[in-house]
C-alpha cells in the first residue's frame, strides 16, 4: 500500500485520496520550473492533483498562485495540502473543469502535469483513468485552456511522455505556441528517454536549448544533475 503522505523539507503531501501519487518526475517538473518563473508573477496549475506543484512553486515564489482541479476526492485533499502548508495564506484552489471556469484574470505562468497516454493501455480504475488518460481533458482541449488563460506575454510548462511530444509541439505550433526550451529525462544514462519537461510562450525563439537529465548513475546512485536539481525539497539530499 502507497504511503499515505509524501514529507518534503518544508511541506507535507497527503495522497490517500487522489489517484495520482506523488512521482519522481512531477518532481521534476515543479523544481525545474521553480526556478524560471518570475517574481511575483501569476501562476495557473491545471489539474493540481494533491497540490505538489503548487507548493513547489510557492516555496520559491512570492506571487499569486492559483490551482484548479476537477475531480472532487482529490480537489478535497487538495485543500487540506494547502491548508497545512505556511503559504495557504497566499495559495487559492477552485474545484472544476478548467475548460469551464472563468478566472478573474489571465495568468503570466501555466503550469499542468496532463493526463498521460491518450489512446494507450489504459490504468484499472476510473480515477486512474482519468487522471492519466486524455479522455476527461484532451491535448488539444488543454491548450485551448491554456490559451484563453495566458497572458499575451506570458509562457506554459507540461510535463509529457517522451513519445507525445512531437505530436504535442505540432498542436502547440498550430496554436501559434512556440518552444523555448526543454529538459529530456531518463531513468539510467543507460535507459531511454521516457519523459519530457517543455516550455512553450507565443514569442519564436532563434535557439531553444535541450538537456537531458538521468535521475540515477549506473550504480543506482542519484545523479550530481538531480541531486542539485532536488536538494532544496527532498529530504534526504
Not at 521516457?194 to 549506473?218: M, Y
Amino acid at each position: 500500500m502507497p504511503n499515505p503522505y509524501f514529507q518534503f523539507k518544508q511541506f507535507t503531501i497527503y495522497q490517500d485520496r487522489c489517484a495520482m501519487k506523488v512521482c519522481t518526475d512531477a518532481c521534476i517538473l515543479g523544481a525545474w520550473f521553480s526556478e524560471k518563473t518570475p517574481a511575483y508573477s501569476s501562476i495557473l496549475d491545471i489539474g493540481s492533483g494533491t497540490g505538489l506543484l503548487m507548493l513547489m512553486l510557492a516555496q520559491k515564489h512570492k506571487g499569486d498562485i492559483q490551482g484548479i482541479e476537477l475531480d472532487l476526492s482529490a480537489f478535497k485533499q487538495l485543500k487540506e495540502n494547502i491548508g497545512q502548508s505556511r503559504w495557504r495564506e497566499e495559495l487559492k484552489v477552485f474545484p472544476g473543469d478548467v475548460r469551464q471556469f472563468n478566472f478573474t484574470h489571465k495568468f503570466d505562468f501555466i503550469i499542468t502535469n496532463p493526463p498521460f497516454y491518450e489512446g494507450d493501455l489504459e490504468a484499472g480504475t476510473l480515477a486512474k483513468n482519468l487522471a492519466r488518460h486524455s479522455k476527461e481533458l484532451t491535448l488539444a482541449e488543454l491548450l485551448t485552456a491554456i490559451d484563453e488563460n495566458l497572458s499575451a506575454e506570458g509562457s506554459f510548462g507540461i510535463l509529457l511522455p517522451y513519445h507525445r511530444v512531437q505530436h504535442f509541439e505540432g498542436l502547440a505550433k498550430a496554436r501559434h505556441f512556440h518552444l523555448r526550451e526543454r529538459l529530456l529525462v531518463r531513468q539510467t544514462p543507460r535507459h531511454d528517454l521516457f519523459r519530457a519537461v517543455l516550455h512553450f510562450s507565443r514569442n519564436k525563439e532563434n535557439f531553444v536549448p535541450e538537456t537531458e537529465l538521468s535521475i540515477q548513475d549506473e550504480q543506482g546512485a542519484y545523479t550530481e544533475d538531480f541531486v542539485e536539481l532536488m536538494r532544496d525539497y527532498y529530504l534526504k539530499l
